[in-house]
């Protein structure tokens, strides 16, 4: 594998073309960086002034005390995501009410929160403090607020005009989340009715590193934009001159050169697409730095995805021990907002595993497809936060040069049912012309809203769609809506407290850990949950056990359970189960009848349906997709004749995960009109 450089103004000069296993000085121009030993750590008061954006303190607070809304950009590391909340605190912009952050994930609304509260020596959930699904460390003293998008988007269900907040600030714009799409209608529309009401004005603040500013400027009525000059540390980049046909065989031998050159104080982070990926990676990097020739430095490899446990996801956040270099593999959970210290190399596979909607086939699929400059930029950021770095992008420059300018937002490429609903909650007068900012499609908009029809969440009058009381209640849960629904069905088969679980379960990252190197250990550890009915039950036996066990974290360790993760299942569990006791839901177990929870998941999954053909194929029954058991399923080596299952996953065929065995006969009587017509379809 070879690498080509490229020259951008921003960055040092390229280096020279470099092979593997070529000393290092052959590639990397001298002087370009300083090697040696980690850094002494700088008191918070120095990092804060030593960050790019304090040169700017004075301008900011001066325009951001004149404008309602305004776009700040500013580079990865330029301290904008940290700073800005802070000198609006301390220049009483916004003090009548509170400052809220948006953030597109948990960990880093949550890491940010712990930083920002560290900066303003107070305690976290005083000051500062943090909302997230299902985990709320806020106070009555609270002033400044990280929360994920989602939390703010369900405030707003509560009071539609956000009283609360004085300042609220959509960070990490460029993300394009579902939720922040939605959220920038809310918001733009609360700033407006609180100004027709006389109320405390609204001042909106969009921050990204990378976007495309003349639409964000436009949409939010010609607001200013306003440019954060520099990034910390500067960064070269490397292109392969060749195009790589394996990505992860690529990254592989990109990570042993630099490991054999550079010093070991130089950290390592990797861009992968997956879990299975990650582990995979994981084992081999740990398999190769066994058996280095000795003088070499020992390699500490830590995966970073969603569903890892979050005591592990922590660790990336630590020093490696002395004489050890930290080799970081990750999702593009690392691509935004978090800083891990210590970094000093990014190597990019330029791919990302993300979800694609089709309204005409009802599919929503997880793909791995490559990502968009934007992102490539925000990847290449993360290698000069502390010191000036090197990244490594896995692709050509022409590769580069046809890669999508910004990411396609969510709200184009999702099922779009739960945002719907939200809509509808919120009052909207009439979803079908909603104001997004980057509109879905017609097809998409009515498929959701088809879907909500079929889940009994709506009525249709004339050009109207009307919330019905059902589809209110779903609302009332932050879930998806066939889950809410799933949840509002169970008292008639008498296992609310089942499926009060099962939904649990399958709302937090995986509670299943699943260590490559460990598979005969795992299924051995397994074995006594198996149920052949399904990863539904499978699951529930494990909550089942674990709680009978007292919530033992040596008992999670031995079965290779995510503690973590459980205890946030039974956190979940009880907040929805707080819903439905609010709703006067009766609450009943069906203890050891596990007929009832399948039938149950029958009736709120039936549009997730698969049949097994003759061939001994499945297809999905909405759209006759030909479809397969995933390997991680209980199922995999079984052949049931109907299953319902959570979720399809695409990467060399179509895949369903969390399945579970039904009848074909639950699922004509949960909605025999959509059956009928689905039978008639397939005859024709």
Known sequence: MVYGTMSQDSYLPPAKKFKPGTPQSSYIRKGAMQLGPRKHPVPIEQQRRNLPIYQARAQIIGQLRQLDSA???????????????QYLYEASIGRQGVIAITQPRRVAAISLASRVSEERKAELGKLVGYTVRFEDVTSEETKVKFLTDGMLLREAIGDPLLRRYSVIILDEAHERTVHTDVLFGVVKMAQKKRKELGKLPLKVIIMSATMDVDLFSEYFNGAPVLYLEGRQHPIQI??????????????????????????????????????????????????????????????????????????QQFRVFQNAPKDHRKVILSTNIAETSITITGIKYVVDTGMVKAKKYNPDSGLEVLAVQKISKAQAWQRTGRAGREDSGICYR????????????????EIQRCNLASVMLQLLVLRVPNVFTFD??????????????????????????????????????????????????????????HCTEEILTIVALLSVDSVLHNPPAKRDEV????????????????????????KSLGKNKE????????????????????QLRDICIKMSMPIESSRTDTRNIRQCLAHGLFMNAAELQPDGTYTTVETHQPVAIHPSSVLFHCKPACVIYNELLHTSK????????????????????????KLKSSKN
């Open 71 to 85: 776009i700040v950009i500013g580079e990865t590391g330029s301290g904008k995501t940290t700073q800005i909340p």
């Open 238 to 311: 490397f292109y392969t001159k060749q195009s790589q046909s394996d990505y992860l065989q690529a990254a592989l031998v990109t990570v042993f050169q630099i490991h054999q050159e550079a010093p070991s104080s130089h950290d390592i982070l990797v861009f992968l697409t997956g879990q299975e990926e990650i582990e995979a990676m994981t084992k081999t990097c740990r398999d190769i730095a066994k058996h280095l020739p000795d003088g070499c430095s020992q390699m500490t490899v830590m995966p970073l995805y969603a569903s890892l446990p979050h005591s």
């Open 654 to 677: 179509c895949y369903m995960r969390d399945l579970c065995v039904v009848d074909a006969d639950w699922l004509f009587e949960a909605a025999p009109e959509y059956f009928r017509r």
């Open 555 to 574: 008992w999670c360790r031995e079965n290779f359970i995510n503690g973590r993760n459980m205890m946030l299942v039974s956190e979940v569990r009880s």
């Open 523 to 546: 299924q051995a550890a397994r074995k006594k949950f198996i149920s052949s009915e399904g990863d539904h039950i499978t699951l529930l036996n494990v909550y089942r056990a674990f």
């Open 394 to 409: 896995l692709y050509t420059e022409d590769e580069f040069e046809k890669f999508e300018k910004m990411t396609i937002p």
């Open 436 to 493: 997004f900012m980057s509109k879905p499609s017609p097809d998409s908009i009515r498929a959701a809203v088809d879907q909500l029809d079929l889940l009994g969440a709506i009525e249709r009058r004339e050009d109207q769609v009307i919330l019905t009381p059902l589809g209110r209640k779903m609302a009332s849960f932050p879930l998806e809506p066939r889950f809410s629904k799933t949840i509002l069905l169970s008292p008639k088969f």
